[in-house]
């Protein structure tokens, strides 16, 4: 008989608070976040990178969840869609979707507003071809990614003029 | 959900702590990176490690640095999006930044590193299947498997180096530097890079990979890389061209390199195609016949995505199309 490897009891930084939790060192991020801490907002799509569903933000930078183990996360600061709204007001990239019709289903929208979130703390004032880019990594099979695209062109406007 | 198999976890701070681990706990342990090739072949249990040594934690491997002397060095764990943005690297191999930049999704470029992306699992069909696609099929020589089933008669296993930065690599002369409990080694890339698709590198199990130099671009040294994919994100390389080209001051051809990659289990450099291109400016005609030897050294097997036929006549489409990109490309200033 085998024994399974211990879990490990660590302290993770999500959305600005800290987090206690116990898990088993073959745990994905994605898997942690919706099971041990309950934070459903973070899709499990393909869960093998061919999809972009599962993407958060570590360390500014968008990653996937589901090819990153929760136990490579500690000292990290993750960022889920839970956290992009802020006292109940929605990020413009949030209100910009919704407003625009940017998501049919939903299901790859909170991948897509982190993709999008990242991309303009970065590089604030896109082009069309930048955000094409920045959105290369999440799939939507619904919306023919015009409207995405569109909306996320207003949110960088809006985010330019509240500046 | 498709569950990572279990695993012992140890963060390596130094490449001299990863080797000891990797040598205390024998061939059940893997070193691992970004994770983003492994995890996914985990998740198909094309590797069960018993134990996983995480390199991330090693800072000290994440530089890219620049030197007029001794070229270009790259931390194993520089990010192929570090890779993509340096300035050094857009300046002095822009083929690097373009390969770098042309790999998967900007998340996944985010995690992965180049030392990950030369050690990249070779590719196949019949292999990079869920566990129980491959058990149907009784599965294939390169997991658990007796046969090819790419090539039945076939000695050894002929899954594809599907690696961007590999083929550029190599056409920039780069060399390979490993870190083991008794020391350490470099050598050639093209000669990490072995032509077995089970054992395609010449990285022992407890060593790992700790920079990749490249030396410093001779005279107007000029590169590019073309990548064929199905989809222009996510997809891993059907074909990928690199070229770099050297020219004198009367814009003839001195040196050359063509290297074709994704269709066989290692980068295959296409000598002839120099041969064609050295001693002649490069033209439609000198570039034409260096793009008819890479189609004639090009011989994909039915292993990947789209037909065989289309593959191998886009071998001399995307030769022709990367020689065109470096001629054309603007030449370093001094």
New interface residues.
Partial sequence: MSIAPAKILASLSINGSVVECAFNPNKTLLEVLREDVGLTGTKHGCEMGHCGACTVIVDDLPVLSCLTLAVESIGHEIRTIEGVARDGVLHPVQRALAESGGAQCGYCTPGIIMSAVALLEQNPAPTREDVAQGLSGNLCRCTGYTKIIEAVENASAELRSAR | ?????????H?ATSAEEAVSLLARFGPDALPVSG??DL??NM??RLFTPKV?V?L?PIADLQFIAYNAVTGLALGALATL?DIADSPVVRKYYPALAQAAALI?????R??GTIGGNICLDTRCNYYNQNLDWRKALNYCMKKDGDICRVAPGSPKCVAVNSSDTAPVLQAFGARVHLTSPTGTRELPIAEFFLDDGMFAWARRHDEIVTKIVIPPPAGDTRSAYRKLRLR???DFPILGVAAVVQLDGAGKCVAAKLVLNAVSSRPVEVSEAARALVGSALSPETIGDAADAAFRAGRPLDNTSATIPYRKRMVRVFAQRALEDAARAVPLAD
């Fill in positions: 959900m498709l569950r990572l198999p279990p695993f012992e976890y963060a994770g983003t995890y996914a998740k198909q996983l995480g991330r999006t998967s999704t900007p998340q996944l985010n995690t222009n994100s996510f």
